[in-house]
C-alpha cells in the first residue's frame, strides 16, 4: 500500500471512532435526562409545594410526625469589626 492511502485509511478510521464516541456520549446524555425527567416530584406534591411554600411544606411533614422541637442559641453581641487603618 502507498504511504497516501494508508493515511486515508487512518484518517476515515479516526473520524469513524469520533462518530462513534459522539454516539455514545449522546446516548449517555440522552440516559442521564430521562432519568432526570424519572425523578421529578409527583404533580400533587409539587402542586402543594407551590401553593404553599416549600417552607411550610416540609413543616407539614414534621407536623404529621409529632414535629421537631429546636432549641435556638442565644445570639451574641456584634463583634468590633476590625480596623485597617493601623
Do not use: W
Not at 11 to 27: F, G, P, V, Y
Not at 50 to 69: A, C, P, R, S
Amino acid at each position: 500500500m502507498q504511504k497516501i492511502e494508508l493515511q486515508n485509511q487512518a484518517t476515515m478510521l479516526i473520524n469513524q471512532l469520533s462518530i462513534e464516541k459522539l454516539r455514545e456520549a449522546i446516548d449517555y446524555l440522552a440516559e442521564l435526562q430521562e432519568e432526570d425527567s424519572n425523578n421529578n416530584l409527583p404533580k400533587e406534591v409539587a402542586d402543594e409545594i407551590e401553593k404553599v411554600g416549600l417552607g411550610m411544606y416540609i413543616h407539614n411533614l414534621f407536623k404529621q410526625v409529632g414535629g421537631v422541637d429546636l432549641e435556638i442559641p442565644p445570639r451574641d453581641p456584634m463583634r468590633e469589626p476590625p480596623r485597617f487603618d493601623e
